[in-house]
């Protein structure tokens, strides 16, 4: 007989792995023992550490659904596996205040300051000031789409806001040869937003000045390049510029309205004859020995030419010259009865 085998009929493999035949349970089977161990495994699934575990996987599995549903996050998970999330988000830091300083940019309060000076003096000037609406209060909360709406052109079919604008040259007494010899606006606004800086306004100035006898000019005040020569002909646009921080202007150098034939006529003739007054007069003291001048002589003439609505020389012979050309016989004539035409006084 093999020594390995037992008296009991048993190999030493089988007394090793196999419980003794009085220690084993009689009447289990297989299918017993698994169904134990189904049992063993559902209690300790119920156990606290288990139900902890579980826990901690749900919300682990709930975070990174989270994170790979968000293109944010998303970036911030790949960043951080790297080791770059500290440079990622400077990087973010450096983008968001680039983003504020642009919408401040395209947002900020602009004021303008001009002063209107023209001739005649008495000439009327009708101020309108156009308001025009740029609304992308729509994408509030979102910074990117706020800075791509402000980037766009401001709608200026759309029919804009208009506000008269009062002024001196609306009220003169033009019987009691009232003028204005100026008009300054300071502060006139150029751009406005609201305090969220998700709507924008844009201003626009028309002015007209006219006077009756006289051509009329037309200006057309923006901040605005693209808006030049946008009123078409017979405007002159004028572009907002930016002369130092904070400060805007114009640059408007006058309006001289030009006087049609008949007034510039009418203005000739009145300052011939009273600078042929005034001539007599210098030749009489200067033969009484008085002393005048030259310069004094023509600081008189020029206050003549301009009271007359003739702002210099060259325009004073202009007119002459046209009179010349299309009135010869009555030029001539005139001139010969100024010789004869008494001053008043005299």
């Not at 057309?220 to 390049?225: E, L, Q, V």
């Amino acid at each position: 007989m093999d020594e390995n085998v037992k008296d009991n009929g048993r190999s030493d493999v089988e007394e090793l792995l196999l419980p003794e035949e009085g220690t084993r349970p009689r009447g289990k089977t297989t299918a017993s023992f698994e169904t134990e161990e189904k049992i063993s495994i559902a209690a300790l699934m119920k156990t606290p550490a288990a139900i902890t575990i579980m826990i901690v996987l749900g919300l682990v599995a709930i975070s990174l659904l989270v994170i790979f549903t968000s293109e944010s996050l998303r970036t911030q998970f790949h960043h951080t596996m790297r080791g770059e999330l500290g440079q990622y988000k400077a990087e973010l830091a450096r983008l968001e205040a680039e983003k504020i300083r642009d919408i401040e940019m395209l947002t900020g309060n602009k004021y303008g300051s001009v002063t209107l000076t023209y001739t005649p003096a008495d000439a009327k000037v009708v101020i309108e000031q156009l308001k025009f609406q740029k609304d992308c209060s729509q994408f509030a909360g979102n910074g990117d789409e706020v800075l791509v709406c402000l980037k766009k052109g401001t709608d200026y079919s759309a029919n804009p806001e208009v506000k008269p604008i009062d002024n001196k040259s609306l009220h003169l007494n033009r019987d009691q040869k009232e003028i204005v010899e100026s008009l300054p606006f300071t502060d006139m606004p150029i751009q406005e937003s609201n305090d969220e800086r998700t709507i924008v306004w844009a201003y626009e100035v028309k002015i007209e000045i006219t006077r009756e006898g006289y051509e009329p000019r037309k200006f057309h005040f923006t901040g605005d390049r693209t808006r030049i020569g946008a009123f078409g002909e017979g405007w002159e646009s004028k572009y907002w510029d930016m002369k130092g921080p904070g400060l805007f202007m114009v640059d408007f150098q006058g309006a001289d309205l030009a006087p049609k034939p008949e007034t510039a006529k009418i203005n000739y003739i009145a300052t011939v004859k009273e600078s042929e007054c005034i001539r007599r007069e210098v030749m009489a003291k200067r033969d009484a020995g008085k002393t005048i001048s030259e310069e004094q002589v023509g600081n008189v003439f020029a206050d003549i030419r301009k009271k007359n609505g003739i702002r210099t020389v060259d325009d004073f012979y202009k007119i002459e010259n046209f009179l010349r050309q299309t009135e010869p016989e009555w030029l001539e004539k005139f001139l010969k009865e100024i010789e004869a035409m008494p001053c008043p006084g005299k």
